[in-house]
């Protein structure tokens, strides 16, 4: 018997609506989840620079594991005996995980010694770590998603460069739909819900068949997640493809843009219908000195806060605002103090967190277009 | 008038004493603390790869700061700004900073662009970082210290290297009296208490001399130190000069072993009668992998512990160990998490801080050799 999800344990309601911006409920085993969502990266069983209990603290209570990486280390058998990613990393909330085809042909392509080879069987890629050959099919993918047992799982999908043909994004997009097919024939567990993944690039036509194509498999797809964006393309060129996608999707499940983005893109997106989110952006550009703050992106090492002894976002009441100057965060970071990362970290996530709080009662109050006014206004000032 | 400290802002007292080891309470216009304790060093104004509100809630109420590390960065300007260093970096505890002395010897020494000139009238050197020429006098220093703002300061001394002369020995402790002496007089915050620091490297005799030489000034010493230990001596060269010292000195004031030490030493040192202790060990080792556990010290990034689902020290009761295994641990550390360095030293701090609160208990129970037998058969066995 072919598996889809246990009704009892997963749930999405859409609770309020603005134009096509939803509020939403997203129901899994391990909590309930307020959507629009974005989901902190925890690409290897931890948040970058965070304790759980920061993370959680936050308000986060879905974040995401990277498959590719989890399963190059610590690798399968520490997970499955430590009884799956949430034991293994004693994170209370809800998990999701991606089917590491991301990964695969994205940092292969970056590494000299690496290689990716697609068969209609899977792909073959030499990982960026020791440079060893593995195959990742469709099925294989589906049993180390269910050795990690995480809430939220995705199938392996075909993902082209950026720039890539018409032929290539078209060839891919079959692929991707034939894997899922396969991929949804391997699961066993229905205590995971999958999503489908709509590919084809950049041509309208491609995304509306994909989704089309994906929406076959409805019956055995809790969600539906749009890939293969924010990969270089122009960022009105994302909106449009977001758009004709979610015009079509099922309007009672969630929707997902995979790996998206700086808080504009975000913006925009759950104005076209997004539910979900996930960027390495909040925690990473926090490592490298960027705030995001309501007044605009802060380059905190910058010499002009060397005596600025304000909070580094007046309307942020995160841990790091709440205690802390702009004057010491720059010198933490200045002198590459570890606590600078901590400390940027906790501020970017709980950026992102109020942005989406904030949204999700905008929408509730039909005033999306009133905050979105004003989030911008500030946002792109530029005055802190 | 030569300034003293402000009874009313600063006591200590000896509660209770077993043998040689005491328990006090040492009173600053920052809180009061219990004694013998372990202060965690932040060095720049941060305890590493931890936050505040961590190393408040292990239990810590006194940290260290470092003159030298401070003076160059961020520099005194901005920490004057500020309204001195308690509110640069929002630390509501105890501070205490050291003089600069063992930095400006040990940092210059290890630098091959720097060197180290001595004259009466103070230290002139170039820094680690740029190079720079600076002179440190006692005066100078002591208008650093004033400016940090700091609860307990040291006084500049003369550090020795490793291995020294007699000679050189002697005139180093004879130069450390004549600087304490101006250091006192150049002096204008009662809001500050000052310890003397006790030198004379490995003879017993300078060390007895440059002692009761430190107490002529008594009545503007709040407390003493010892210093030029820990240096690369033997530990049990460095607990006779210890003993020595701790037998001269007065009864009912803090005694500070600077710069020690590995737990043993610490165990060893309060035995014998010392009060108070800093050291980068813990949190140093924390980040290369080093656990301090009751059963002895673990290497958390070994094989042995890839499938190991035990918390690191089951005795422990801190936030690493009361969420995490040491599979994840290892894992963490393996993949050079940020927080393997933070949840490592989060469980380095609490054990440091545990054995500190032991030792008190059992110096009021008047059971401290059962302790310490008790503490070494475990922490020797490494059964872990």
Redesign the interface.
Known sequence: MVVSWNKDLFEFKVVASDGNARAGILKTPHGEIETPVYMPVGT??????????EVEEIGYKLILGNTYHLYL??GL??IR??GGLHN???WKGALLTDSGGFQVFSLARKSGTAKVDITEEGVIFRDHLSGDLHLFTPEFVAYIEEVLGADIIMPLDVVVPYPTTYENAAEALERTIRWLDRFIKARTREDQALFGIVQGAFWKDLRRESALKTMDFDEYLFGYSIGGLSVGEKAEIMYEMTEVVTELLPWNKPRYLMGVGKPENIVESVERGVDMFDCVFPTRVARTGTLYTTYGKMNIGNRRF??D?NPPDPECDC?TCR???R??L???F??D???A???NTIHNLSFYKRIMTQMREAIIRGEFQKWKKNFYEKYFSGKF
């Open positions: 290897l069983g931890t948040v970058k620079a965070v304790t759980h209990r280390r610590p058998d520490v005996e430590a293994f990393i004693s060397a005596k002894f841990y205690n802390y100057s004057a010491y720059r010198h933490l200045n002198v103090e570890i606590t990362y901590i400390l």
